[in-house]
Nanobody, 127 residues
């Protein structure tokens, strides 16, 4: 089963930027929709953004629109999450996951991408 790994997290001040990377255990990332999720301390997991397969359409959550950009480089088998204008509320552990379509990734409690999650990468936004 496809397994993903996240990297690129760190600590930044409010207004700063980070770029997260999501890579796969096998060269099939190009055939999957990939979504980023995050989990803040003491809160449930929430969807952040998703990118489709053939048309590369992107589906960001309202909370990150205009600040976060998801993109994919299928030649490098990598999906990126460029995060700009970071806020303290963006703090959390970020995970990527894979499924066939982006539909449903924003639903609370969804099992979207089950079994493909990595260990996550921690993002801390603090002054």
């Amino acid at each position: 089963q496809l397994q993903l790994a996240e990297s690129g997290g760190g600590s930044v001040q409010p207004g700063g930027s980070l770029r997260l990377s999501c890579t796969a255990s096998e060269r099939t990332l190009a055939y999957h929709a990939i979504a980023w999720f995050r989990q803040a301390p003491g809160k449930g997991r929430e969807g952040v953004s998703c990118i489709g397969v053939q048309d590369n359409d992107t589906y960001p959550a309202e909370s990150v629109k205009g600040r976060f950009t998801i993109s994919r480089d299928d030649d490098e088998d990598t999906v990126y999450l460029q995060m700009n204008s970071l806020k303290p509320g963006d703090t959390g552990v970020y995970y990527c996951a894979a499924d066939w379509y982006c539909d449903g990734y924003l639903l609370t409690g969804t099992d979207w991408g089950a079994g493909t999650w990595g260990q996550g990468t921690r993002v801390t936004v603090s002054s």
